[in-house]
């Protein structure tokens, strides 16, 4: 079957850097998504990688290594508003996207 | 309109009855989506469409039926509500079926 496997919840300090991993085993690889979802709110686009290696923007990266079915996405100098789930998704052979069940960040002060 | 629309925000149902929920874009996108996200679960697929005029089913499909009778429109029927569909539906759209997908900001259902 396919899996997504990331932490369910994290907590992280302001102003720190955090790095939320996501394991994946699914039929085939043609991407890979992370999105934020704030509580309440809908999910909104962060990254994509589909090559071995880091995507930088901004406060954000995602990592990915194909060969080991994993990613990252670390994020630096952590805001209060960083608070909300990230969800990490993958295009499998059939380029349908599967979802990983999110992991919840928490900042504290 | 700017982006995808859902309505209604949210709605409490008596189980049994028939309920279309609503989903439009402006973005002129070929691919829509509807999810369910339950606590826990993260998100689910329903139905998708990779075009106007084709549908296809997801991973919980059960219950649920769609059309897509034009680009901009993806409304999703439950023909008998029963209290397992008490979820949060996400309409999406994307410019082709593997792009990035852009979110509705969701419809709250409670079946009762």
């Known amino acids: 079957g396919q899996n997504i496997d990331q932490p369910t919840e994290m907590t992280a300090t302001e102003g720190a850097i955090v790095q939320i991993n996501c394991t994946y085993q699914?039929?085939?690889?043609?991407?890979l998504f992370w999105y934020q979802q704030h509580a309440g709110e809908a999910p909104t686009f962060l990254s994509y990688?589909?090559l071995d290696g880091l995507e930088e923007k901004g406060r954000f990266s995602s990592f990915l290594s194909r060969s080991k079915g994993y990613s990252y996405l670390l994020l630096k100098e952590l805001q209060m508003k960083d608070s909300a789930s990230y969800l990490c998704?993958?295009?499998?052979?059939?380029?349908?996207?599967?979802w990983g069940a999110g992991t919840k960040l928490i900042i504290k002060p | 309109i700017a982006g995808i629309t859902q309505a209604p925000t949210s709605q409490i149902l008596a189980a049994g009855r028939r309920m279309t929920l609503r989903c439009t874009q402006d973005?002129?996108?070929?691919?829509m989506y509807w999810y369910r996200q339950d606590l826990g679960l993260g998100l689910r697929l329903i139905h998708y469409?990779?075009?106007?005029?084709?549908?296809g089913k997801g991973e919980v499909p059960d219950g649920y039926s769609v059309s897509r009778a034009n680009t901009d429109d993806f409304p999703l029927t439950l023909a008998s509500a029963v209290p397992s569909q008490t979820s949060v539906y996400f309409c999406?759209?994307?410019?082709?079926?593997?792009?990035?997908?852009?979110f509705g900001p969701g419809t709250r259902l409670t079946v009762l």
């Open positions: 999406a759209s994307s410019e082709r079926g593997s792009d990035t997908q852009y």
């Open positions: 973005m002129r996108h070929n691919a």
């Open positions: 469409s990779n075009t106007a005029g084709t549908t």
């Open positions: 699914t039929s085939g690889f043609n991407g």
């Open positions: 990688n589909v």
């Open positions: 998704a993958v295009i499998d052979s059939n380029y349908q996207l599967i």
